[in-house]
T-cell receptor
Framework: AQSVTQLDSQVPVFEEAPVELRCNYS??????LFWYVQYPNQGLQLLLK??????LVKGINGFEAEFNKSQTSFHLRKPSVHISDTAEYFC?????????????FGKGTLLTVNP | DSGVTQTPKHLITATGQRVTLRCSPR?????VYWYQQSLDQGLQFLIQ???????AKGNILERFSAQQFPDLHSELNLSSLELGDSALYFC??????????????FGPGTRLLVL
């Protein structure tokens, strides 16, 4: 079984500050890793994903994430946030090569960007 | 806009009732997934269909059932509703539903309130 822990339920930051949203996962098998964003009253939108290759993954809206296999982490970063980045962010894993292609999500991190 | 549509947007009903949620996947996508988002459980995978066949089951209650029709739209049926079934129900779709890390595209969700 796999699980995802998002270490911070809420992260308040000021506009133009850098931000890191932390995600750790637990799995006995290889996984693919995803970050999704959910804006208020909307569905989830993919920010980025790690399948293989370079451990630094770049996504939309200036976000990037780094896969660290030894620490089983996939932290999301942005060097300078905007008010419009205020949203809930979800880290998720998918078992690679299995027959069950579900996403297992963390509980989410609410990022609030203040002026 | 992800291209996944869900109806209705909101649903208010009473305990003991039965409701049907509908999802139309992105054009060309063969796989549909259903997820439940609640405050206490977070985002949880319910069930996956691929080209009309059930492929994987998650934490789906026996009171809940789903199907995917020949035109690939899917319906999630919730019966004998309880207060605890109040949640946001998301549908997602992907091209093939295989364990290759393909992106799941989420609809805007149906918010169910059971009174």
């Amino acid at each position: 079984a796999q699980s995802v822990t998002q270490l911070d339920s809420q992260v308040p930051v000021f506009e133009e500050a850098p931000v890191e949203l932390r995600c750790n996962y637990s799995s006995s098998v290889s996984v693919y890793l995803f970050w999704y964003v959910q804006y208020p009253n909307q569905g989830l939108q993919l920010l980025l994903k790690y399948l293989s290759g370079s451990t630094l993954v770049k996504g939309i809206n200036g976000f990037e994430a780094e896969f660290n296999k030894s620490q089983t982490s996939f932290h999301l970063r942005k060097p300078s946030v905007h008010i419009s980045d205020t949203a809930e962010y979800f880290c998720a894993v998918m078992h690679s090569g299995g027959s069950n292609y579900k996403l297992t999500f963390g509980k989410g991190t609410l990022l609030t960007v203040n002026p | 806009d992800s291209g996944v549509t869900q109806t209705p947007k909101h649903l208010i009903t009473a305990t003991g009732q039965r409701v049907t949620l509908r999802c139309s996947p992105r054009s060309g996508d063969l796989s549909v997934y259903w997820y439940q988002q609640s405050l206490d459980q977070g985002l949880q995978f319910l069930i996956q269909y691929y080209n009309g066949e059930e492929r994987a089951k998650g934490n789906i209650l026996e009171r809940f059932s789903a199907q995917q029709f020949p035109d690939l739209h899917s319906e999630l049926n919730l019966s004998s509703l309880e207060l605890g079934d109040s949640a946001l129900y998301f549908c997602a779709s992907s091209p093939e539903g295989r364990g290759t890390g393909e992106t799941q595209y989420f609809g805007p969700g149906t918010r169910l309130l059971v009174l």
